[in-house]
């Protein structure tokens, strides 16, 4: 079965850190769009960050220069290494795959089931 | 790139006809998807490309594009469609999602 399943995420002080990964099953992460989008407590989505195949990366103003995504090919995982945390990243961050026809990027499809990350002292 | 959600909420019966819209503030082609979230769950994506149907997702879900502006359009409300619904444009950085429209149950 097609499939993400995230982990890592728990409580964290303001400005301590945390990396987040997201394991693929029956697809190859490196061949294909991987994003992360995070959710805060009764609100809406949030994009957060994305991977091309090739490596190129793209993130939100409000985590850049903070987070940084990667993956490991070997593992077939997808990482979202957060930094100097804040209360307002507090949220469900969720791990997709991206979706598209002829290199143009046109959804995400396949999602993981989320991992909570609270930010709090 | 803002994207704006109407009605933020909606109640309708089961069998009803119902129209969400989503308007992009500048022009993004075709790029914009929608999906379904259910509470506690992971998004569902139903249309992307504006108009064509995920695989899987039944045929009552459509959706349509004028310029700025999107519509998802549910052709006869089922039980299991109660949830709340967000678009999202995939033109260009930053992606947005619009704010979500919750449709409950009249």
């Known amino acids: 079965e097609v499939q993400l399943v995230e982990s890592g995420g728990g409580l964290v002080q303001p400005g301590g850190s945390l990396r987040l990964s997201c394991a693929a099953s029956?697809?190859?992460?490196?061949?294909?769009?991987m994003s992360w989008v995070r959710q805060a407590p009764g609100k809406e989505l949030e994009w957060v960050s994305i991977?091309?195949?090739?490596?190129?990366?793209y993130y939100a103003d409000s985590v850049k220069g903070r987070f940084t995504i990667s993956r490991d090919n070997s593992r077939n995982t997808l990482y979202l290494q957060m930094n100097s945390l804040r209360a307002e990243d507090t949220a469900v961050y969720y791990c997709?795959?991206?979706?598209?026809?002829?290199?143009?990027?046109?959804?995400?499809?396949?999602w993981g089931q989320g991992t909570m990350v609270t930010v709090s002292s | 790139i803002q994207l704006t959600q109407s009605p933020s909420s909606l109640s309708a019966s089961v069998g009803d006809r119902v129209t969400i819209t989503c308007r992009a503030s500048?022009?993004?082609?075709?790029?914009l998807a929608w999906y379904q979230q259910k509470p506690g769950k992971a998004p569902k994506l139903l249309i992307y490309?504006?108009?064509t149907l995920q695989s899987g997702v039944p045929s009552r879900f459509s959706g349509s594009a004028s310029g700025t502006d999107f519509t998802l359009t549910i052709s006869s409300l089922q039980p299991e469609d109660f949830a709340t619904y967000y678009c999202?444009?995939?033109?260009?950085?930053?992606?947005?999602f619009g704010q979500g429209t919750r449709l409950e149950i009249k």
């Open positions: 500048q022009g993004i082609s075709s790029s």
């Open positions: 997709a795959r991206g979706s598209g026809d002829y290199g143009d990027l046109n959804a995400f499809d396949i």
């Open positions: 999202q444009q995939l033109n260009s950085y930053p992606l947005t």
């Open positions: 991977i091309y195949s090739g490596g190129s990366t």
């Open positions: 490309a504006a108009s």
């Open positions: 029956e697809f190859t992460v490196s061949s294909n769009y």
